[in-house]
């Protein structure tokens, strides 16, 4: 029996042995939630220092004023808050710190305003200096480092935002620019592949509307390059003359599975190239710039394209007359008549290489009264003032007195 006693008081933690009670743990102030916990919370605390209620009082005599047990007792049984001045002049007797005493502070502040638990300090300046448990260089050092640190971050979010700001507007500028891009190309190809808002490519793939050959020189086919490409040279030379004036060409100029032209446009705007050629030597003026207006191979944009010579009367292109109008069909007449309200009188003498040297785009006048040009009297151009009128058709009473051949029989 002595022998299982002697291993039943064997050392501490060995089997057998009673277990020894656990150390008491410092409360948690910045988690109690009423007056009850708040004052549990300042019993543990003595029991966690090891202190004797006569102890505690010889500790607050030290400090300045008594604590008595029979107070002590009687305001940790009172079913209420203990006062801010019994709570300061306890923490001091357990011997804490000032910054010890501070979560008690803040805990005391959020059981009286009815907010505890404590999650965060609430009035941190009221506290500190109610408790006086922060010297005041260490408030205004905490105060400042504080502030240095929110204004750092303010300064930091603007900057983040200010970037996010730049970084969105670029993304912008740079979508925006992509669709202007799409545009101008969508627009160029809807242009016969060019910048002039003269011409237009219709469904057949055909390039129709109005060019001085500076769009390029095969926008109306392969077959005009040539003449295109000359028409062109001439008209660079003849735009650097003040007073210059603009003659079109209008008819169907390109080839189609109905074309009206019967392959004729070739030569036709060859013939034309070559009267604006021979109108333009020496010192002829005004000097002649020519313009192909090309209505389709089967005239049907004729509405379209004659809308585009209107305004070129007051622009200027100075647009005095138009030419090549030689086809039999209601859209050429209603082509002449649109423009003759416009103020143009149109020609509609074909203007091939075949033409008489006397035509009329050598009828010059002033630049002032190109709108004031008429036929004479016989359907005939004006002359030019330095060329003698020509005679027109005899007279009728001219073909009456003249005398007719004698008959072969009255010959002697």
Not at 287 to 304: C, F, H, M, P
Request: with cysteine; proline share 8%.
């Amino acid at each position: 029996m002595r022998t299982f006693w002697k291993k039943a008081a064997g050392p501490v933690g060995q089997p057998g042995q009673p277990r020894q009670p656990m150390a008491p743990r410092p409360p948690k102030p910045l988690t109690i939630s009423n007056a009850k916990e708040f004052r549990e919370a300042l019993a543990g605390l003595r029991t966690y220092k090891g202190l004797s209620l006569e102890r505690l009082n010889e500790n607050a005599t030290a400090a300045g004023e008594p604590l008595p047990p029979s107070t002590v007792t009687s305001t940790l049984r009172r079913d209420q808050l203990p006062s801010l001045k019994f709570v300061t002049q306890y923490l001091q007797a357990c011997g804490l710190s000032d910054d010890e005493q501070t979560p008690w502070g803040e805990a005391w502040h959020a059981v009286n305003d009815g907010v505890a638990p404590v999650k965060r300090s609430r009035n941190w300046t009221q506290a500190l200096a109610v408790l006086r448990l922060v010297q005041p260089r260490r408030l205004h050092l905490s105060i400042a480092l504080v502030t240095a640190a929110v204004v750092a971050a303010g300064a930091g979010v603007v900057w983040w935002q200010h970037a996010q700001d730049e970084e969105a507007a670029a993304r912008a500028a740079q979508q925006q620019q992509r669709e202007d891009d799409q545009k101008a190309a969508a627009e160029r190809k809807r242009r016969c592949g060019t910048a002039n808002q003269a011409l237009l490519s219709t469904a057949a793939g055909e390039c129709v509307g109005i060019t001085d050959g500076r769009d390029g020189h095969s926008l109306f086919g392969k077959g005009l390059q040539p003449a295109l490409a000359a028409i062109d040279a001439e008209n660079r030379a003849a735009t650097k003359s003040p007073g210059y004036v603009t003659v079109a060409l209008l008819g169907p100029l390109t080839d189609g599975p109905n074309s009206l032209s019967g392959g004729r446009a070739v030569h036709q705007v060859e013939g034309a190239f070559i009267a604006q050629h021979r109108a333009n030597q020496g010192n002829a003026y005004p000097k002649i710039r020519l313009v192909l207006a090309n209505t389709g191979s089967e005239q049907k944009d004729w509405r379209t394209v004659t809308d585009w010579l209107k305004p070129m009367t007051s622009t200027k292109d100075r647009l005095v007359a138009v030419t090549g109008m030689g086809l039999s069909r209601q859209e050429t007449i209603d082509a002449a008549r649109a423009l003759s309200k416009a103020g143009l009188h149109p020609d509609d003498r074909r203007s091939d290489h075949r033409r008489r040297p006397g035509h009329h785009w050598h009828d010059r006048q002033r630049p002032q009264d190109h709108r004031a040009r008429t036929r004479g009297p016989h359907g005939q151009h004006p002359a030019r003032r330095d060329q003698p009128a020509s005679p027109g058709p005899p007279r009728p009473q001219d073909r009456r007195t003249r005398q007719r051949p004698l008959h072969p029989q009255q010959h002697p």
